[in-house]
C-alpha cells in the first residue's frame, strides 16, 4: 500500500474504543486579590470551556484519521454525564455504546487557570470497577459492535470501566471474530490483557507492570524484556514508546526500534493518544510492522509541537508519511 492508498483506507474504518471516557473542564479567570476567608486567591472567572478528555481524546484522534470512532464506556446519569455525551454527539462520534449508570459519577477534572498558571486541579471521580450487571452491560454492547469494526483499542485510565472479567471476555470474542486488539494499559489491569494483538505501554509502564528495571539504551536487554511482556501476556505483539528515544516494536517476527523525530517540543500531553490511535488503525489495515511504528511514531511527534491536547492533523501527518517512503 502507497501512503496516501493507506490515509484513503483510514476512511473505511470503524474503530471501538472501549475504556474511561471523561470530562476536562477548564476556567480561565483573573486574580486580583486574596480571599479574607484564607490566604488563597480569588479567581474571577472570565471563561469556562469543556474538553473530552480521557478514552475522548483517543476517539476525537480517530475521527481526525478519518475513519468512524465509536465509544464504549460507563459514565453516570448526572450532570457532568450529559456534559460529556452532548460533547460527544457535538463532535459528532459514535455513541450506540455509551452506558449511563446511577450508579457511577461521571469523571470531569477540573482545571482553575489564573492568567497562564494553573492554580489548582479538581477531580470528581471514582476509580472503583464498575458493578457486575454494568460489566456485563458492557460486554454485551462490545459483543454487538465488535462484528462491524476493524479493530478495538482498549483505552485503561485505572477509572474502573474495564476489569479483568471485561477485558478476557470482550478479548475472546474479538479474537473469534477475527478483529484485532489494541492496548493503551495503566497499572491495575496491566497483567489483564492476555492474547490481544498489539500491547502498548510507555517506558514507564513497561517497567511498573513487569516490575523488571533494565536499560533501556542496550537493544538486547530491551528486546529480552520485550519478549518477556510477551511471554507472559501471550500476546502477538508489543508496541513501546521510548520518549525521546523512539519507538520500539515487536510484532508479527519483526523487530525494529525507530529514533523519535527532533521536534520542537511544546507540549508532550495526548502524545500517547495520537500514538494508540494511528497504530490500531494501520493494524486494521494489516500494515507491516515497521510501518505500524513509524507513521505512530511521526504522529505522537508532531502533536508535542502543539499546545494542549489536540488530535492529530490528518493532512499534516500524510505529508511527512510521504517523506519517510
Same mark, same amino acid.
Given at each position: 500500500?502507497t501512503?496516501?492508498?493507506?490515509?484513503?483506507?483510514?476512511?473505511t474504518?470503524r474503530? &471501538?474504543?472501549?475504556?474511561?471516557?471523561?470530562?476536562?473542564?477548564?476556567?480561565?479567570?483573573?486574580?486580583?486579590r486574596?480571599s479574607?476567608?484564607?490566604?488563597?486567591p480569588v479567581?474571577n472567572v472570565?471563561k469556562?470551556?469543556?474538553?473530552?478528555?480521557?478514552?475522548g481524546?483517543?476517539?476525537?484522534?480517530?475521527?481526525?484519521?478519518?475513519?468512524?470512532?465509536?465509544?464504549?464506556?460507563v459514565?453516570?446519569?448526572?450532570?457532568?454525564?450529559d456534559?460529556?455525551?452532548?460533547s460527544?454527539?457535538e463532535?459528532?462520534?459514535?455513541?450506540?455504546?455509551?452506558?449511563?449508570?446511577?450508579?457511577?459519577?461521571?469523571?470531569?477534572?477540573?482545571?482553575i487557570?489564573a492568567?497562564?498558571q494553573?492554580?489548582?486541579?479538581?477531580?470528581?471521580?471514582t476509580?472503583k470497577?464498575?458493578?457486575?450487571?454494568e460489566?456485563e452491560?458492557?460486554?454485551?454492547?462490545?459483543?454487538?459492535?465488535i462484528?462491524?469494526?476493524?479493530?478495538i483499542?482498549?483505552?485503561?485510565?485505572?477509572?474502573g470501566?474495564?476489569?479483568?472479567?471485561?477485558?478476557?471476555?470482550?478479548?475472546?470474542f474479538?479474537?473469534?471474530?477475527?478483529?484485532p486488539?489494541?492496548?493503551?494499559p495503566?497499572k491495575?489491569?496491566?497483567?489483564?490483557?492476555n492474547?490481544?494483538?498489539?500491547?502498548?505501554p510507555?517506558?514507564k509502564?513497561?517497567?511498573?507492570?513487569?516490575? @523488571?528495571?533494565?536499560n533501556?539504551?542496550?537493544?538486547?536487554?530491551?528486546?529480552?524484556?520485550?519478549?518477556?511482556?510477551?511471554?507472559?501476556l501471550q500476546v502477538?505483539?508489543?508496541l513501546?514508546t &521510548?520518549?525521546?528515544?523512539?519507538?520500539?516494536?515487536?510484532f508479527?517476527?519483526?523487530?525494529?526500534?525507530l529514533?523519535?523525530h527532533?521536534?520542537?517540543?511544546?507540549?508532550?500531553?495526548g502524545?500517547?493518544?495520537?500514538?494508540?490511535?494511528i497504530a490500531?488503525?494501520?493494524?486494521?489495515?494489516?500494515?507491516?510492522?515497521?510501518? @505500524?511504528?513509524?507513521i505512530?511514531?511521526?504522529?505522537?511527534?508532531?502533536?508535542?509541537?502543539?499546545?494542549g491536547? @489536540?488530535?492529530i492533523?490528518?493532512v499534516?501527518?500524510?505529508?511527512?508519511a510521504?517523506?519517510?517512503?
Amino acid at each position: 500500500m502507497t501512503i496516501d492508498q493507506v490515509f484513503e483506507a483510514f476512511d473505511t474504518l470503524r474503530v &471501538l474504543v472501549i475504556g474511561d471516557v471523561m470530562l476536562d473542564s477548564y476556567v480561565w479567570g483573573k486574580v486580583e486579590r486574596i480571599s479574607p476567608e484564607a490566604p488563597v486567591p480569588v479567581v474571577n472567572v472570565q471563561k469556562r470551556e469543556y474538553r473530552l478528555g480521557g478514552a475522548g481524546n483517543v476517539l476525537l484522534n480517530v475521527q481526525s484519521l478519518g475513519a468512524e470512532a465509536i465509544v464504549c464506556s460507563v459514565i453516570g446519569t448526572d450532570g457532568p454525564g450529559d456534559l460529556l455525551e452532548n460533547s460527544l454527539k457535538e463532535k459528532g462520534l459514535n455513541c450506540e455504546g455509551l452506558i449511563r449508570s446511577n450508579d457511577r459519577i461521571t469523571t470531569i477534572k477540573e482545571r482553575i487557570i489564573a492568567g497562564s498558571q494553573q492554580v489548582v486541579r479538581i477531580d470528581t471521580e471514582t476509580d472503583k470497577p464498575v458493578s457486575r450487571s454494568e460489566t456485563e452491560k458492557l460486554i454485551a454492547k462490545a459483543k454487538e459492535l465488535i462484528p462491524s469494526c476493524q479493530v478495538i483499542i482498549f483505552e485503561d485510565y485505572d477509572k474502573g470501566v474495564l476489569t479483568p472479567e471485561s477485558i478476557a471476555e470482550i478479548t475472546a470474542f474479538a479474537n473469534a471474530n477475527n478483529v484485532p486488539t489494541v492496548v493503551d494499559p495503566k497499572k491495575r489491569n496491566f497483567l489483564a490483557y492476555n492474547h490481544v494483538t498489539l500491547f502498548k505501554p510507555n517506558l514507564k509502564e513497561l517497567r511498573e507492570g513487569l516490575k @523488571v528495571d533494565f536499560n533501556v539504551d542496550n537493544l538486547e536487554e530491551l528486546k529480552a524484556t520485550v519478549q518477556h511482556l510477551k511471554d507472559t501476556l501471550q500476546v502477538n505483539g508489543a508496541l513501546i514508546t &521510548l520518549s525521546e528515544r523512539g519507538v520500539f516494536i515487536d510484532f508479527n517476527d519483526e523487530i525494529h526500534k525507530l529514533p523519535a523525530h527532533i521536534r520542537q517540543i511544546a507540549d508532550v500531553s495526548g502524545a500517547g493518544d495520537t500514538v494508540i490511535s494511528i497504530a490500531a488503525c494501520c493494524v486494521a489495515l494489516g500494515l507491516p510492522p515497521k510501518s @505500524v511504528a513509524a507513521i505512530s511514531n511521526l504522529g505522537g511527534g508532531l502533536v508535542c509541537e502543539m499546545v494542549g491536547v @489536540v488530535p492529530i492533523d490528518k493532512v499534516l501527518l500524510r505529508s511527512e508519511a510521504q517523506k519517510l517512503v
